[in-house]
């Protein structure tokens, strides 16, 4: 769902308005889905919740980024990431491949009870 906000003119704390008289809402240099609305940040986050600088916690259940379904915080996951990240982090390439590669793969080739030979692995942009 998409929502349009009419951007209005907002003076600064100074009182001196930006270019042409505008004043985005946010000195960020980010382009939030709103523009007269200031984000606060996450400041970590554990398990399924995500807690915000201004001390509130929410519920995560987006399912989006695969850690933020088994749970933010989680240290197995951690160690995991920490080790691929000391040998190699990522190969994208075509000529040569990496165990982490591999091993994944095998995984879930053998996860199909034989109905899968090979896996193809993506990323966004793929």
Known sequence: MMVLV??????????????NGMQP??????????LNRQFLAV???EGN???????????DAS????????????????????DQMRTSPYSGSVFHTTKVHEDLCRDL??????EMSRAYIVNSGS
């Open 6 to 19: 009419e951007i209005t003119p907002e003076p600064h704390a100074n009182g001196v308005n930006g270019v």
């Open 43 to 45: 400041e970590r986050a």
């Open 25 to 34: 809402a946010l000195e960020s240099a980010a382009l939030h889905r709103d």
């Open 49 to 59: 919740y995500k807690y915000l600088e201004d001390g509130s916690r929410f519920f």
């Open 63 to 82: 399912g989006g980024p695969s850690v933020g379904c088994i749970g933010w915080g989680n240290e197995r996951v951690a160690r995991a990431v920490y």
């Open 109 to 114: 080739v053998d996860s199909t009870g034989g």
